[in-house]
């Protein structure tokens, strides 16, 4: 499925959802609004964000070079123990 495609689903979906009803909303009535009226909302919808919600974590996370490494904590020696007492 097309990345502006998925994107205009989804944002049909969130539309149906967040409108402003008395009674509650079922996820089949939002998904089938999003099935028959996805077309309308192609103009607003990002291929960005249907590549994002296409895609895994790889695609979109941080270069290598900006992932650090997580540090051990130290631990506390038995010397600091000591003098704490």
């Given at each position: 499925?097309?990345?502006?495609?998925?994107?205009?689903h989804?944002?049909?979906?969130t539309?149906?959802?967040?409108?402003?009803?008395?009674?509650?909303?079922?996820?089949?009535?939002?998904?089938?609004?999003?099935?028959?009226?996805w077309?309308?909302?192609?103009?607003?919808?990002?291929?960005?964000?249907?590549?994002?919600?296409?895609?895994?974590?790889?695609?979109?996370?941080?270069?290598?070079?900006?992932?650090?490494?997580?540090?051990?904590?130290?631990?506390?020696?038995?010397?600091?123990?000591?003098?704490?007492?």
């Amino acid at each position: 499925m097309d990345a502006q495609k998925v994107a205009a689903h989804f944002v049909a979906f969130t539309f149906f959802l967040n409108r402003q009803r008395r009674e509650p909303v079922l996820l089949d009535e939002a998904g089938l609004f999003a099935r028959q009226n996805w077309q309308a909302f192609l103009p607003c919808a990002s291929e960005d964000l249907g590549r994002f919600l296409t895609g895994g974590p790889e695609e979109f996370s941080a270069p290598a070079r900006l992932k650090f490494p997580r540090r051990r904590a130290r631990k506390a020696s038995r010397r600091q123990l000591a003098g704490a007492i």
